[in-house]
């Protein structure tokens, strides 16, 4: 089973970050517009990505979760948590964008974002609804210092 698409698309249109157009770092005024950052379950960065574009596009997290899986056994599940997995999913379907992929993800979506959603992607993607998160909120990301070299202040 399966979320409609439908749900998914009224889900992407709620979200400001899901507009690739919506632009909250002028690219005029810096070089680096925000940091995506791929984490270990233990919120170890694995691979961080320089977002170089104004608004939250998705090649970013596509390009990170290719890395990994270079890194990965074919054999191997991984669990996404993302503010937006559900429309990360639904490009992967829509488009049929990196088929090879598609029976080893797992999507949910970040618990402090998950309430933002549609009923029906809460259902679909909460961690709470799946036993493959344990007590995983994926929120570890908020201790990512800005500047690395500074260390981590959370």
């Given at each position: 089973?399966?979320?409609?698409?439908?749900?998914?698309?009224?889900?992407?249109n709620?979200?400001i970050?899901?507009?690739?157009?919506?632009i909250k770092?002028?690219?005029?005024?810096?070089?680096?517009?925000?940091?995506?950052?791929?984490?270990?379950h233990?919120?170890?960065?694995l691979?961080?990505?320089?977002?170089?574009t104004a608004g939250?596009k998705?090649?970013y997290a596509?390009a990170?979760?290719?890395?990994?899986?270079?890194?990965?056994?074919?054999w191997w599940t991984m669990g996404?948590?993302?503010?937006i997995?559900?429309?990360?999913?639904?490009s992967?379907l829509?488009w049929n964008?990196?088929?090879?992929w598609?029976?080893?993800?797992?999507?949910?979506?970040?618990?402090?974002?998950a309430y933002?959603?549609?009923?029906?992607c809460q259902?679909w993607?909460?961690?709470?609804?799946s036993?493959?998160w344990g007590?995983?909120?994926?929120?570890?990301?908020?201790?990512?210092?800005?500047?690395?070299s500074?260390?981590n202040?959370?």
């Amino acid at each position: 089973m399966n979320v409609l698409n439908s749900v998914l698309d009224m889900c992407g249109n709620s979200f400001i970050a899901v507009d690739g157009d919506c632009i909250k770092a002028s690219t005029q005024q810096f070089d680096d517009t925000g940091l995506m950052a791929l984490l270990c379950h233990h919120d170890i960065a694995l691979y961080i990505a320089n977002m170089r574009t104004a608004g939250k596009k998705q090649f970013y997290a596509f390009a990170l979760v290719a890395a990994l899986f270079k890194e990965l056994p074919e054999w191997w599940t991984m669990g996404i948590l993302y503010d937006i997995a559900c429309q990360i999913h639904l490009s992967l379907l829509k488009w049929n964008f990196m088929p090879e992929w598609h029976s080893h993800i797992i999507f949910g979506v970040l618990v402090f974002h998950a309430y933002g959603h549609q009923w029906t992607c809460q259902l679909w993607y909460h961690p709470q609804k799946s036993e493959i998160w344990g007590l995983s909120d994926g929120e570890g990301y908020c201790t990512i210092p800005a500047d690395p070299s500074q260390g981590n202040s959370g």
